[in-house]
């Protein structure tokens, strides 16, 4: 009796439920990751969750040979290459945590005919969410569209589990199957770009802990005033580690109440962002259509422009708005953005350049270590105000009072915008309207050092909201 765990997105050995069922049920385990595209449908990983990938991969296989076990590789058709395991190690059970994406379930949902029928017993456990997206259903048996009662409905259902501990020992089959060397997947960039990266980043469960730690002992308790503020490390920065589920949102949700204490609610505005994720998987499990259409029907006709510079502008952080051009570096630079910025520079994109929101979707999706498809859809749908509880479309960001509020001694914009770093902080947040002076001293040439704005943001709203008038009608 041997169990195949298959590891996808929860690239961990702690809390691990199919972990944990192969350890108790006894025989050896043969740990897998299948590099394969057709669980992802059209959304392959994207070149920065590629170099994540690689690397939390690497951290998988040293934490299971600490363990007497190994990391086994494989590329091609899942299903073939699922079917050469089971035949070569002759594994009697496979086990895998569930994915909610809809390329993802509907292969899952073949595997586990397919193999049940050849006598495999097969299951899948819930090991990335804290609630399944089926369970959290209104009085009327519907699922939620809107978060907050999502929110209540969630708390009310209670109980986050236990964590479960990680394997002390793994059971070795008597031979292992061949495995492919790591560097055959091609998942790190031919042209050495990822540098940003790999200073910025630990990919892996260390890195999560070491996150995680840097958080709780700082700015967790003052998460809900200082969150917005991109200058600051003041948020969790787990998400890439949440994504690869190199962390369980069950270890992070109890290690925040532990911090907080039994009684008191100091976690709560932390937990609560947690349960946003929770409800964006909620909605892609149910409008598994979302990723590429908008859930409200309407914004279907809205007239969006084709735009090759405006979007090529936004891409290189080029729009001559610093908040907007700041954000789009740091992604460039580091594969994240902070929460407060991506909203904005969204924000820009869909109302400011009317470029279709999906455009923006894709470029995130290759550029965030964290690009998540349950996530990234409810970002996008949300602030196009196309989404489920998703801002008003009149609601448009202004990039100027955005970055006074949020950024008003000008650290973030002068971190990734450092040819604007000697302008006074009165100006940095529109450099245009410094007089002539005041730029020569600070070495800036609007339109040769610093591109000036693409667009003026009072026409470009008014704009936005004739073009809105136009599918209300
Ligand atoms: C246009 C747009 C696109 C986005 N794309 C992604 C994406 O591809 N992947 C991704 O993980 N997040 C995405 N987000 C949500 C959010 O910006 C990030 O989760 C957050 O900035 C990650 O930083 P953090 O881990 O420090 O978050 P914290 O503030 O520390 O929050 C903790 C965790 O809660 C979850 N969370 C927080 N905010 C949100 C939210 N608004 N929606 C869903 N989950 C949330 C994340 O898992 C995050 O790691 C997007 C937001 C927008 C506006």
């Not at 059970?93 to 994915?99: E, S």
């Not at 070795?172 to 060397?181: E, K, L, V």
């Not at 932390?270 to 409800?279: A, K, P, S, T």
């Not at 610093?450 to 667009?455: D, G, Q, T």
Request: aromatic share 12%; net charge neutral; with cysteine.
């Amino acid at each position: 009796m041997s169990t195949i765990v298959w590891f996808r997105n929860d690239l961990r050995l702690a809390d691990h439920p199919p972990l944990t069922a192969a350890l108790e049920r006894g025989g050896p385990v043969i740990p897998v990751y299948i590099h394969s595209a057709d669980g992802e449908g059209d959304w392959p990983l994207g070149g920065a969750t590629k170099w994540w990938l690689h690397h939390s991969l690497e951290r998988l296989d040293a934490g299971l040979r600490k363990l007497g076990s190994r990391l086994i590789v494989r590329q091609g058709e899942t299903a073939e290459q699922l079917a050469e395991l089971i035949d070569q190690t002759g594994a009697t059970h496979l086990a895998w945590g569930r994915r909610y994406e809809p390329a993802a379930r509907a292969r899952d949902e073949y595997l586990k005919k397919r193999f049940r029928a050849q006598g495999v017993d097969v299951q899948s456990y819930n090991d990335s969410l804290l609630w399944e997206p089926w369970t959290i259903q209104t009085g009327g048996k519907e699922c939620y569209k809107v978060f907050t009662p999502f929110y209540r409905k969630c708390l009310e259902t209670g109980g986050v589990g236990e964590e479960l501990p990680a394997p002390a020992k793994l059971t070795a089959p008597g031979t292992w199957p061949a495995s492919d060397p790591l560097d055959s997947l091609g998942l790190l960039p031919r042209i050495p770009w990822a540098g940003g990266l790999a200073s910025t980043w630990q990919p892996g469960p260390e890195g999560a802990e070491r996150e995680l730690a840097r958080f709780g002992g700082g700015s967790w308790s003052e998460y809900n005033d200082l969150r917005n503020f991109p200058a600051l490390s003041a948020t969790s920065r787990l998400s890439p580690h949440l994504h690869f589920g190199e962390i369980s949102p069950r270890q992070v949700w109890h290690r925040l109440k532990g911090w907080a204490g039994p009684k008191s609610a100091a976690a709560d505005p932390y937990l609560r962002q947690l349960v946003w994720r929770e409800f964006a998987f909620h909605l892609l499990y149910h409008f598994p259509q979302t990723p590429v259409e908008p859930l409200r029907p309407e914004f279907a006709r809205f007239p969006w422009q084709e735009d090759a510079a405006g979007l090529r502008a936004w891409q290189r952080g080029e729009t001559g708005y610093p908040l907007i051009d700041a954000g789009m570096r740091e992604l460039w630079q580091t594969g994240w953005m902070h929460n407060r910025v991506r909203m904005a520079t969204a924000s820009f994109l869909v109302k400011d350049l009317l470029i279709p929101w999906q455009e923006g979707a894709r470029w995130f999706w290759d550029t965030l270590v964290d690009a998540d498809l349950a996530n990234n859809t409810l970002g996008w749908q949300w602030t196009a105000g196309c989404g489920a509880d998703a801002a008003p479309y009149f609601r448009i960001f202004n990039p100027v009072s955005q970055s006074e509020k949020f950024d008003a001694e000008g650290a973030y914009l002068r971190r990734y915008l450092p040819e604007l770093a000697k302008l006074p902080d009165q100006y940095l947040h529109q450099p245009w309207e410094a007089p002539p002076e005041v730029l020569r001293e600070a070495g800036v040439e609007l339109g040769r050092t610093y591109p000036r704005p693409i667009v003026d943001h009072h026409e470009a709203r008014q704009q936005a909201l004739e073009a809105l008038a136009t599918i209300k009608k």
